[in-house]
């Protein structure tokens, strides 16, 4: 005869313990105690076994005949609950112990040696500034969109390009827990959609107009500074490339300066992208840009940079001093070193605006990814000429009004600390 709640809610402790059946192998242990017990009984391999269930009245009389024919499901299929039992704790455990610093750590462990190392320290700021100090500690699984969303948001406040990134590092943590069974969604690639837009945000400031562009140059050459900054700046935006592959380049990268194709060829170890998938880069050097390096190259004989810093020769220009000259000409805003790639895109593509194949050779002499249709203009290295030509006019477009390269060596010099 089955159990009621009534049966159950009524029965009496004894000296002794014993069972109410409820059938199909489900029934009560009443313990001398008090304690009402749930219990399945059921046969593997010819062995008797016993599943603890749930105490009552925390598992119902209905929770417990749920649990009871689940089981049975199991056991039909040849699995034992008591294993099954067993599996769910120690997943639980595992899913409690998995939380998204973890699983961070891992994912970071696995990808980092893929990346540049400015990239690197990228995620590696925004994981311990940000990501880990907002949800951390909880378990990975445990993690919701609005969660996920609600830390963005705050960024966003910072910066929309950045929150943008993050999340992108974010949503690389879950699938990558994912991977490991240890997560089913990712609620950051669901929140992608309800981030601010970027609008008019410019992570790199930059002029893009040629007359303030022109303005700016006269502009750093009125005031004291470090002669190899000065010159720095100017060869940066003659050659339009990132500033740390300028900082750090070398003076056997100058090749063929008196001959008819002078060029500097920048290593891939300094080039931007994933390991294994850069490639070196090749510069052509306007005539501007040859005159500015065979300077230099005199004036720094025997450094082992281009451009050294101002206090020690043996170490490279420091990776702030280009921006602080910027700064003190009253540009802060307007324009960093980074901009002038912007600067140099953006004018060239508008003089050339109507030539599609000048547009993809300008964003290759940029070092961007080619794109479809143009990857094998980059592989047969051809259009070196017309790379060489737009070199060229850009340089006779920005130099107007400068003055010349030797001149700049005896102006007079800074006193700021900034410039170390």
């Known amino acids: 005869m089955k159990l009621t709640d009534t049966a159950v809610r009524k029965a009496q402790k004894a000296e002794r313990p014993y ?11 009443v313990t001398p105690a008090g304690g009402k017990l749930w219990r399945y009984r059921y046969e593997v391999k010819g062995a008797e076994k016993t599943l603890a269930i749930g105490a009552y009245p925390a598992v119902s009389l209905a929770d417990a005949r749920k649990a009871r024919d689940a089981a049975r499901e199991g056991v039909a299929a040849g699995l034992d609950p008591n294993v099954a039992k067993r599996v769910r704790r120690a997943d639980a455990v595992a899913e409690a112990s998995a939380t998204f610093a973890v699983v961070a ?27 880990i100090p907002a949800f951390g500690k909880v378990p990975v699984k445990a993690i919701t969109a609005r969660m996920v969303l609600a830390l963005l948001r705050e960024v966003e406040d910072r910066s929309r390009h950045q929150a943008r ?48 562009f022109r ?25 339009a490339v990132r500033t740390a592959e300028l900082r750090l380049a070398r003076p056997e990268e100058f090749v063929d300066l008196d001959g008819p194709e002078p060029r500097w060829i920048i290593p891939k170890e ?24 065979k300077v230099v190259l005199a004036f720094t004989r025997g450094c ?29 805003g307007r324009q960093t070193p980074h901009g002038m790639r912007s600067s140099f895109s953006t004018i060239m593509n508008e003089r050339h605006a109507g030539n599609e194949q000048d547009r993809a050779i300008i964003d290759l002499m940029l070092a961007h990814k080619p794109k479809t249709g143009v990857e094998a203009v980059y592989n047969r290295a051809s259009y ?13 477009l920005i130099s107007e009004g400068l003055m010349p390269v ?12 900034t410039e170390k």
């Open 406 to 417: 030797a001149d700049v060596l005896r102006l007079p010099r800074s006193r700021v600390a």
């Open 384 to 396: 070196k000429a017309r790379r060489r030509e737009l070199a060229c006019e850009w340089a006779d």
């Open 165 to 212: 990134k993050m999340r992108q590092q974010i949503s690389g943590v879950f699938v990558h827990a994912i991977a490991e069974d240890l997560a089913e969604t990712d609620p950051a690639a669901i929140i992608a959609p309800a981030l601010m837009p970027l609008g008019e945000e410019r992570h790199h400031p930059a002029l893009t107009s040629l007359g303030e």
């Open 270 to 293: 300094r080039m931007k992208g994933r390991v294994g998938k850069r490639r070196s880069h090749e510069v052509p050097l306007a005539p501007q840009a040859v005159e500015l390096v």
């Open 105 to 131: 750590e891992r994912w970071y462990a696995a990808k980092s040696p893929l990346w540049s190392a400015s990239h690197a320290r990228d995620v590696r700021r925004n994981l311990d500034g940000d990501v």
């Open 19 to 29: 069972k109410l059946a409820d059938g199909g192998g489900l029934h009560l242990l």
């Open 304 to 332: 082992p940079w281009l451009f050294p810093g101002a206090k020690q020769a043996s170490a490279s220009l420091s990776p702030t001093a280009m921006n602080a000259m910027l700064i003190r000409a009253g540009y802060e």
């Open 215 to 239: 303005a700016m140059l006269q502009k750093v050459d009125s005031i004291p500074a470090f002669p190899l900054t000065r010159l720095a700046l100017r060869l940066l935006a003659l050659t």
